[in-house]
Structures are given as C-alpha cells and as structure tokens.
C-alpha cells in the first residue's frame, strides 16, 4: 500500500500539515521559483514555470526560433540556481563557444531579476536552419559554459567552468554538479511555443520550465557518496551503497517526467510535485518570484561615459551624439558629447 501523502506549504516559518485534495492549496503559478523536498528520498530541488516573463524577454529582441529555444533554457537554468542564492548577489550564465550561437548570457540579481541575451551568426545560422541541422551541440559548438557567483563589492568571485563540446546545457549544468559541486544533481529542462486565445486572436507565447533535484541527506553516515563521479572513485562507477537507492529512485521518478509537464501551465508546479513524490510526501515552500528586470540606468551608462578620455568620446560620436543601447533590455540612451567636453 502506498504511503499516505502528506503535503505542506511553508510560508513565513508557519507550517501547515494535512491531507488535502488537490486544490485545496494555492499555486505559485507563471515566473515563481517553487522550492520543494521530499525527506524519505533526501531530496531537495526547486522547480519553475516560466510564461510572460520568458516571452517578453525572447519577444524584444525578435531571436530567431533556434537561437530564442536556446536562450529560454539558459534562463531557466539561472532562474533554478540564482534563487538558491542566500545573500545579495548575482548568478551569472554565460557561454563562449565557436559555433553560430556564440554567447548565451543571463544574469540574475537577488531577490527576483533576471536579464538575457544571445548573440550569434546570422549568415552561418541560417545556413543551419535551411539544412535542418539545429540540434543545441550544432548550435553552441566548442567552447565553455561559465557559472558565476558575485557576491559584490569586496569579495571574490566564485567561477566554474564547464567543458561545452557536443553537450546540450542541461548535460552541462550536470557535468558542473559533478565536478565542482560534487553533490548528485539532475536537471530536466523544456521549452515551447504554445499557442494562447486572445482578443484579436490567437498568438504564440514562449513558455519554458525546469526542474531541479539534489540528494542532500542529513545524516553523516550518508553526507558523502564516495563513488560519485567526480569524487574518488572510478567516474564510470554507480552508486552501489544500499542506502542510496533513494537517489536512484529518485532519477527514475524525474525519467517520468514528459516535456510537456514542465510548460504545461494547467500543471503547474505543485501539481507536478504531486504526481513525482505523492508516494513519499513532498514538502513544498513558498514560491519565489522572478521578474523581466535591466539593472541598467542612465546614471550608470553616464558613469562609464565619465570616465572616458576626450579622444573616446570623440570616437563613440555619431551624428552628432553619443547612443548607447544595452544589449538585455535593449533600451537607448542617448547623450550630448558636450556633457563631457571638460575631461
């Protein structure tokens, strides 16, 4: 017989258990961050469902459909691990690699902001679409995927670099967990265009989603998996310890997942929970917001503008002004050369 399942909300340090129905509970819903674990497993993970947020961000600066798939798993990425964040601070994906999609940046700034943006090779891009060869590992090529923590003034950047040569992110994000974290982590990643009613008719949105899971025991007998790859062990190895096929269950339970359940928004996240961890009791924390939001500002543009010499500001004129337009967000600023005549 199944265990009974158990499902509790955490919302300012106040918990509630019960044995509700679905429905009984509220929804995070679109753009929230929805932290989650399940005891019996030693499991904690976040899971998300991105929807007007993603669109806008993919929508104004028209991507091409490719490049637009690409960067939505880079934001989704970030939103997973930028949340996990205890301080003020930011969490920083870029890529750099040789092939058409040359650099996938998002950057998340705690408590809630996000901003991405791709850059790439229209002529080579193109070449790729018309020949039906769009697959990411054709898309990114070579290079390195860079994760980034940045915890301010003061302090020292944390970086880890992944190998990206002929990986998808999510294989990526995985390799990263091995090697520099070395806590067993799976991630599931999915994007999509879904067609949604309106006033004037029907219109594409992009939706993206993701899950998130981490076995994180408690106890000291289980803290340390020593034939995790990237630990000391042979990397080919599996976890063989008996106490850990809680970690094995749970990679089997995340194989279940279809794509379309991470987008679904008549899913949503919680309901998702529910069908994964039902049997187990799944504890699920308030979900955290995240927000189509630039950190960029005239002051700050003015800032860096300030500190250029004469000859500079002569060279970054044209027509007359000096326009600057950021590469997130896509908003100009524009300037009279005059404002810094005295440097």
């Known amino acids: 017989m199944a265990a009974p399942w158990s499902f509790v909300m955490l919302?300012?340090?106040?918990?509630?258990?019960?044995?509700?129905?679905?429905?009984?509970?509220?929804?995070?819903?679109?753009?929230?961050?929805?932290?989650?674990?399940?005891?019996?497993?030693d499991?904690?993970?976040?899971?998300?469902?991105?929807?007007?947020?993603?669109?806008?961000?993919?929508?104004?600066?028209?991507?091409?459909?490719?490049?637009?798939?690409?960067?939505?798993?880079?934001?989704?990425?970030?939103?997973?691990?930028?949340?996990?964040?205890?301080?003020?601070?930011?969490?920083?994906?870029?890529?750099?690699?040789?092939?058409?999609?040359d650099m996938l940046v998002a950057d998340f700034s705690t408590p809630s902001a996000l901003r991405a943006y791709a850059r790439f090779d229209a002529d080579r891009l193109e070449a790729l679409v018309a020949a039906g060869e769009t697959s990411q590992q054709t898309l990114l090529g070579s290079g390195v995927l860079a994760l980034t923590i940045d915890q301010g003034a003061h302090t020292q950047r944390y970086q880890g670099i992944v190998q990206l040569d002929g990986e998808t992110l999510e294989d990526?994000?995985?390799?990263?967990?091995?090697?520099?974290?070395?806590?067993?982590?799976?991630?599931?990643?999915?994007?999509?265009?879904?067609?949604?009613?309106?006033v004037s008719g029907a219109r594409e949105q992009w939706r993206a989603g993701g899950i998130l899971a981490q076995f994180l025991p408690q106890s000291p007998e289980r803290?340390?998996?020593?034939?995790?790859?990237?630990?000391?062990?042979?990397?080919?190895?599996?976890?063989?310890?008996?106490?850990?096929?809680?970690?094995?269950?749970?990679?089997?339970?995340?194989?279940?997942?279809?794509?379309?359940?991470?987008?679904?928004?008549?899913?949503?996240?919680?309901?998702?929970?529910?069908?994964?961890?039902?049997?187990?009791?799944?504890?699920?924390?308030?979900?955290?917001?995240?927000a189509d939001q630039c950190s960029c500002s005239r002051d700050k543009i003015r800032g860096i503008l300030e500190g250029f010499s004469a000859q500079e500001i002569k060279d970054s004129t044209e027509d007359g002004g000096i326009h600057v337009a950021c590469e997130f967000c896509s908003k100009q600023y524009d300037f009279d050369p005059a404002e810094f005549a005295a440097q």
């Open 223 to 290: 803290m340390r998996v020593p034939d995790l790859p990237g630990g000391d062990g042979d990397p080919r190895d599996e976890i063989h310890d008996p106490a850990d096929n809680s970690w094995q269950e749970l990679l089997a339970l995340l194989g279940t997942i279809e794509p379309t359940e991470l987008i679904d928004p008549t899913i949503g996240a919680e309901r998702l929970l529910y069908r994964l961890f039902h049997e187990h009791g799944v504890r699920v924390f308030g979900g955290v917001p995240v």
């Open 43 to 101: 499991v904690r993970g976040r899971t998300v469902q991105l929807g007007p947020m993603l669109d806008a961000i993919l929508g104004r600066h028209d991507y091409p459909e490719p490049v637009a798939r690409l960067l939505a798993e880079a934001c989704v990425l970030t939103v997973l691990l930028g949340t996990s964040l205890k301080f003020e601070g930011k969490f920083i994906l870029q890529t750099r690699t040789d092939g058409p999609v």
């Open 172 to 198: 990526a994000a995985r390799t990263y967990f091995r090697q520099s974290e070395q806590i067993p982590t799976d991630i599931r990643l999915s994007v999509a265009k879904l067609l949604t009613p309106g």
């Open 11 to 41: 919302e300012s340090h106040q918990v509630t258990e019960h044995h509700p129905k679905l429905g009984e509970f509220g929804y995070a819903g679109d753009d929230h961050v929805v932290p989650f674990e399940v005891g019996p497993l």
